[in-house]
């Protein structure tokens, strides 16, 4: 069964620009995860979906960061414009249901400049 | 609010010998508890989990984890470390639905 997919691996960008990031889940997973993973501390929660609707995103910041998946499979977080301190890996997660165990991908390694 | 703590940013231990990766929580409601394994430059690889019934978990690699109720711990060991264990461990807790983790601690098997 093939993991959950994510790209690019690594991106490195000037402050101000933008960016994306593509992540496909384990086939038939109804819930898809992305996740901010800071240097030095734990993956932190930035948004939850359920098919291609919003469960949780409480804690993304809606005036830079949007993500959508709209078909309910592939789905794509981006930022615009780009800080410095959004530099961090940004893991993509995905289960079958929401309360199932979440399987993650490689992540996005981002530098900002 | 729940939390996730893992008091120690780094473990050593020599290979062959047992080893305690330590994680406590605060939560209201019963907790699902969680360790995952990262290595360098990759994802978060699941290992085990705790949702209800026999206090020993066992996992993936050989581990296992304890869940302590009354401490509120949720202890990762291994009874004979092997330098391929080597790596990021990170303990987290679920209650309704989102999960929140730790800050991990590394792990450093010696040879």
């Known amino acids: 069964e093939a993991g959950v997919a994510q790209s690019p691996r690594y991106k490195i960008i000037e402050k101000r620009q933008s960016v994306a990031f593509w992540c496909n889940p384990i086939s038939g997973h109804a819930t898809l995860y992305w996740y901010q993973q800071i240097l030095g501390q734990g993956p932190k929660l930035l948004i939850q979906f359920q098919n291609n609707g919003v469960v949780d995103d409480s804690q993304l910041p809606k005036d830079r960061f949007s993500a959508e998946r709209l078909k309910g499979v592939d789905s794509t977080l981006k930022i615009q414009p780009a800080k410095l301190e959004d530099s961090a890996v940004y893991l993509c997660?995905?289960?079958?249901?929401?309360?199932?165990?979440?399987?993650f991908g490689p992540g996005t390694r981002l530098t900002v400049l | 609010a729940q939390s996730v703590a893992q008091p120690e940013d780094q473990v050593n231990v020599a290979e062959g010998n047992p080893l305690t990766v330590k994680c406590t929580y605060s939560?209201?409601?019963?907790?699902?508890l969680f360790w995952y394994v990262q290595y360098p430059n990759r994802g978060l690889q699941f290992l085990l989990k705790y949702i209800t019934g026999d206090n020993l978990v066992k996992g993936s690699y050989g581990f296992e984890a304890e869940f302590n109720k009354s401490q509120t711990s949720f202890h990762l060991k291994k009874p004979s470390a092997l330098v391929s264990d080597s790596a990021l461990y990170f303990c987290a807790v679920r209650v309704f639905g989102q999960l929140t983790f730790g800050s991990g601690t590394q792990l450093t098997v010696l040879p």
């Open positions: 997660a995905s289960s079958l249901v929401s309360a199932d165990t979440q399987y």
């Open positions: 939560v209201s409601g019963n907790p699902y």
